[in-house]
């Protein structure tokens, strides 16, 4: 899978948040660890990833950083029946942490059972407040994808901007960016996504989300009839994509932007 390493890479950061350890279970070690499973992603050694990921992981808690990798790469690779597997091995075994309902709330809005998304979602916050700067943009993202209860989305995602630091604000204000562009406020979007994108530094890490904002903000453009502006914008982004693997789908995307 040509993107696999850029979804085990990206979850190394989020994962290593949720990190307590001391000792062999600390925070440099389990990063080594992703690293390593990482590595196997890129090298097209996906089995040996899943089997090294479940080798090493604290089966008994989904915020292990090891656990919570394997979790994430079952649902983005469409494997949501193995993923409710790992965290309910975990909740069997007494993991009622704010991050195993994430988790559940990830796997329901995979399913398409937005109630159950929402309930998870809420849960994951009271159980862990700490977490709540993620589940609100987590939460708000739902309600924008179903294009209701905008004006909630909008106060749960201005709440989230109080919450989080530097470059950790970029995913709040891209959902802006989108909650603007459902209310038909393309102004607004566009610099929404413009600041999203300004907040990411230049790492491989994010290279794809900076990519991503400023396509948002040239159909932002190209939607005010601004073309030249669309087409700066759009050039951006695929000079910032700049031939990353997974980035094929929004370069095709951005032809019509560009020329």
Not at 93 to 115: F, L, V
Not at 143 to 151: H, M, S, Y
Not at 178 to 184: E, G, R, S, V
């Amino acid at each position: 899978m040509p993107d696999a390493v850029f979804i085990i890479l990206a979850v190394c950061i989020a994962a290593v948040l949720f990190l307590g350890y001391r000792l062999i279970k600390s925070p440099v070690w389990k990063q080594r660890q992703l690293q390593k499973a990482s590595k196997m992603a890129a090298e097209g050694r996906v089995d040996d990833m899943i089997e090294y990921l479940e080798k090493n992981r604290d089966s008994k808690k989904v915020s292990c950083p090891l656990t919570n990798a394997l979790i994430f790469y079952f649902i983005r690779s469409g494997e949501v029946d193995r993923a409710e597997k790992v965290v309910m091995q975990a909740v069997g075994k007494g993991d009622q942490s704010g991050t195993a309902y994430a988790q559940m709330a990830y796997i329901a809005q995979q399913r398409g059972d937005i109630e159950n998304a929402e309930n998870f979602y809420r849960k994951a916050m009271e159980v862990e407040p700490q977490l709540a700067g993620t589940m609100k943009v987590n939460l708000a993202a739902l309600f924008i994808n179903g294009d209701k209860r905008l004006d909630e989305a909008e106060k749960l995602l201005e709440e989230a901007l109080e919450e989080r630091e530097g470059s950790g604000k970029s995913g709040v204000y891209l959902n802006l960016a989108m909650l603007h562009m459902k209310k038909k406020d393309l102004s607004r979007a566009r610099m929404y996504a413009v600041t999203s994108a300004e907040l990411l530094p230049d790492t491989p890490l994010t290279l794809m989300g900076k990519a991503q904002a400023l396509a948002l903000a040239a159909r932002c453009s190209a939607g005010l009839g601004d073309r030249g502006e669309a087409r700066r914008l759009a050039g951006k982004a695929v000079k910032t994509m700049d031939g990353m693997p997974g980035s094929d789908k929004l370069m095709e995307e951005l032809k019509d932007l560009t020329s």
